[in-house]
């Protein structure tokens, strides 16, 4: 196979429209095991192929890109910087954006390997033209330019590379270029701050990080809404977070939060704001969170209750995730007659209207009714069965109506309440006690979908591994039901077939 590469290389260099030889290589190299390309590509050049990428023929270019993928990926990291390095950096200048995308995808490979890594960090022009990229105007091309980036600056020589020498100036002068592309660098460093203490260090010196943040109270309110998006990112580390608070911008955010009533254009960068503290409270205390900057909490419950499906989409998605802890349940039980009147409204919100509000609805109750076996305290317990009681006069009626109704996504989110449910005694006891409502869990006719017998079989595992299930359901409720599970999600009950014809 070996010389029939070579033969078709030296083919596609004698002719002028090599289209019909490159297509035949293409189909040659696909031919080949990956395991096995490493071995049969051993000491070929492949010059000729990079060669004809320097043509306005897309067809040419395409079938190029496509075998050079074939083959880049089937060298080493070394071998490949060492051979094709100025090959690469062509690439990362090509007119064409997928052949920009190849290069840089090489490069990524490159970076990630200690030793070939260097030959990169040495090369003054590759950076530069990586940096470069992240101005294109294709998406995919700078997505990849940051990804790259991003993996230099994992090393402490890749960080000085960067930010302490003039290609910092590089990546200030693409940001001048227009509002996108300045968010695409804030991307880069955020990623990059992400990584560790030491990297947030050199870009917080560098005056991007500081940059970024004074947007969040800049003029441009679509410019505030997408600078809250990155500080969330940020926030998602540790030092990132303890970052912010020095730097006052949990505060900062809070009194956004708090003036927010006298901005008519507030709705466009609310949502983040409440997410923001949404993430940090999850990440660090609910309580703590929730005390330190009240106005959080008293917005989402605002939300809630607003007309704007937008703003009830967050407060729902909010809810839902301050209520999968147990402090954030605690947090919302505490205040009382409020979450008693968010509650009946998210209960609304589950049976009727727009179906994405349902689906949301009912994925917030699921997470705020959920409670692990470990968490099972007579207080807890008693919390979360006053909760499903607010949701009607028939809490389970209600449930199970809407799981019948001809919607997958709704189905599923109503079989996952009674899962959230299932593991408590309380729950265990009004199944059992709803008439028929052991005969429509162990119904398989019902939801046919993989979701909803999926669905369905969380539900049967859930009340099954509960301790107190057994004593609970009644030996021969227990028994269907181990019955069921071991059978599987899937299982269908052979139907004997009777034969009528004949019968008059």
């Given amino acids: 196979m070996a010389a029939t590469i070579q033969s078709l290389l030296e083919e596609i260099s004698g002719v002028e429209d090599p ?19 490493r071995d049969v590509l051993s000491g070929q050049r492949f010059d000729v192929i990079f060669s004809l990428l320097n043509t306005n023929e897309r067809e040419q270019v395409d079938l190029c890109v496509d075998i050079l993928e074939r083959i880049l990926i089937a060298l080493s990291p070394l071998h490949l910087v060492q051979n094709y390095r100025e090959k690469l950096q062509e690439g990362l200048s090509h007119p064409n954006d997928t052949v920009q995308i190849l290069a840089l995808t090489q490069i990524g490979r490159v970076v990630e390997h200690p030793d070939a890594v260097t030959q990169i960090l040495n090369s003054h022009d590759i950076l530069r033209a990586v940096i470069l990229c992240i101005g294109e105007e294709k998406i995919a091309v700078a997505k990849q330019a940051i990804q790259s980036l991003s993996k230099i600056s994992h090393s402490k020589s890749g960080l000085d590379k960067l930010f302490q020498s003039d290609l910092l100036e590089v990546m200030k002068e693409v940001m001048g270029k227009n509002d996108i592309i300045r968010y695409r660098i804030y991307e880069l460093v955020v990623e990059i701050s992400s990584f560790s203490p ?8 560098s005056g991007l990080i500081s940059q970024l943040l004074s947007e969040l109270t800049g003029d441009d309110v679509l410019i505030r809404a997408t600078s809250i998006e990155m500080v969330t990112t940020l926030a998602h580390s540790q030092h990132g977070r303890q970052y912010l608070a020095q730097q006052g911008i949990m505060d900062k955010i809070s009194n ?58 967050v407060a729902l998605d909010t809810l ?24 009946l409204r998210i209960s609304q919100h589950a049976s009727s209207g727009a179906t994405e ?11 705020l009714l959920t409670l692990l076996p470990e968490h099972q305290t007579e207080d807890l317990l008693s919390l979360t069965e006053s909760w499903f009681h607010l949701l009607s006069n028939q809490p389970m009626d209600m449930i199970r109506n809407i799981s019948t109704q001809p919607f ?82 899937y299982y269908v009950s052979a139907v004997a077939s009777v034969s009528t014809e004949g019968a008059d």
């Fill in 256 to 313: 956004m939060i708090r003036g927010a009533d006298m901005d008519p254009f507030a709705s466009l960068y609310l949502p983040g704001l409440v997410k923001f503290f949404g993430n940090l409270a999850i990440t660090d205390s609910p309580q703590q969170v929730c005390e330190s900057y009240p106005i959080f909490l008293n917005k989402v419950f605002d939300m809630a209750m607003d007309s704007d499906p937008v703003m009830v989409g």
């Fill in 357 to 367: 509000l349902r689906v949301r609805s009912l994925d917030a109750i699921s997470q």
């Fill in 408 to 489: 997958p996504e709704l189905h599923c989110r109503a079989l996952r309440i009674f899962s959230a449910i299932a593991s408590q005694p309380w729950g265990q006891k009004m199944m059992v006690n709803t008439p028929g409502f052991m005969e429509f869990i162990l119904d398989r006719s019902t939801g046919q979908s993989k979701e909803a017998k999926d669905a369905k079989f969380e539900l049967v595992g859930s009340l099954l591994g509960s301790s107190t299930a057994s004593e609970i359901l009644g030996s021969q409720n227990y028994i269907r039901l181990k019955t069921y599970l071991s059978e599987g999600p």
């Fill in 198 to 205: 030491i990297s947030l260090g050199y870009c917080a010196n």
């Fill in 19 to 37: 289209v019909e030889e490159l297509q035949s290589l293409k189909t040659a190299l696909l031919s080949i095991p990956v395991s096995a390309l």
């Fill in 320 to 343: 839902g995730l301050l209520g999968c802890t147990v402090e954030g349940k605690q947090v919302l039980q505490k205040t009382g007659e409020n979450f008693k009147s968010v509650f």
